[in-house]
């Protein structure tokens, strides 16, 4: 423990809490960062528990790139279902390119859609 408490106060450049009597005190950058953390505390556990995803009340955007037949034979049936159970949910469509899997890994879309079959090599 004592430890942690060493690397915190490098990071924060302040001892955060002083001994005072049997006790000890946060000192005025401690109570920020204290301040800070239960705020952010609550969003960190539910970002790592993993919220549950209620439509309803989402005003989500989901980027989607997908080609030409996978937006004719797809989006149709998806915006219906979309529209039914999210109304303010957002989808935004791209045209499929080259680079498709790099963005959905770089976080730039959300997912990439395609109809046509897989060929095997």
Do not use: C, I, Q
């Amino acid at each position: 423990m004592s430890r942690a408490l060493e690397r915190l106060r490098e990071m924060f450049g302040d001892v955060l809490l002083v001994r005072s009597g049997r006790a000890y005190e946060r000192t005025v950058r401690g109570e920020r960062v204290l301040r800070e953390l239960e705020s952010l505390m609550p969003r960190l556990e539910a970002m790592v528990r993993g919220e549950s995803f209620a439509p309803e009340g989402s005003h989500e955007r989901f980027r989607v790139a997908m080609t030409d037949h996978a937006a004719a034979m797809l989006m149709p049936p998806l915006l219906r279902r979309v529209r039914a159970a999210a109304t303010n949910v957002k989808v935004e469509v791209s045209v499929w390119h080259s680079h498709v899997y790099e963005d959905v890994t770089a976080g730039r879309l959300d997912t990439a859609l395609s109809a046509e079959a897989r060929r095997r090599p």
